[in-house]
């Protein structure tokens, strides 16, 4: 993924959230961008969000994989509409704490599906449930994206751990990821506090 592409998607990302938008996924893999009006028992109503004056549209329950909120909570669906259920990863993102570039966030993504996962701050971490299962290509950055990729094959209610830090090389600030034993990640997620949103302003 290019640097401009993944800066575009940081962009738009950034925007769309500014603008109360929400992400529904299907059962099927589509993401619809919407507003979501009401969650009742069976169905979600909702308005497409590049047409917010058009009609309401509805979507069965068993239809909807997941519903991510513009405010970064989720509900996630059976295929009979219930409650919340295992079948994600669960990822854990964390930044030791620094006074080196304490104030810029480490820009976490993916290659495929082409998206920022975190925008994460100095001394926190982050857990979210991930849905898209299988091996997956992430990048990061701080000012710009590096060129290195790291490979994760990610599986159904498996736990990661990645770590995420700030280098300088030379004139340039680069971030790099680093995937985590859970007992040095939880030896090191100790003294670092949460951060709620993946997307921080």
Known sequence: ?????????LLSTTLFTSYCQDIITTTSGDDILAVVTEVLPNIVKYKKYDNLEGPLYTLKKSEI???N?????KDIFTTQG??????????????????ANSKTKIIVGTAEPDEVVVALKNGRWFKMDYAHLGERLFVAGVFSINNEMYKLDVQRDKTYYVKCTVLTKGFKVMAELQF??????????EVLKEQEDSLVD
């Not at 993924?1 to 998607?9: E, G, K």
């Not at 409650?83 to 030791?96: K, L, M, N, Q, S």
């Open 82 to 99: 219930s409650d919340v259920i295992e079948g994600v990863a669960t990822i854990y993102f964390y930044r030791p704490k620094k006074f």
């Open 69 to 73: 909120y513009e405010n970064g909570s």
């Open 1 to 9: 993924m290019s640097t401009r592409r993944f800066l575009i998607v």
């Open 180 to 189: 985590v034993d859970k007992e040095i990640a939880l030896m090191e997620m």
């Open 65 to 67: 994989f997941m519903i």
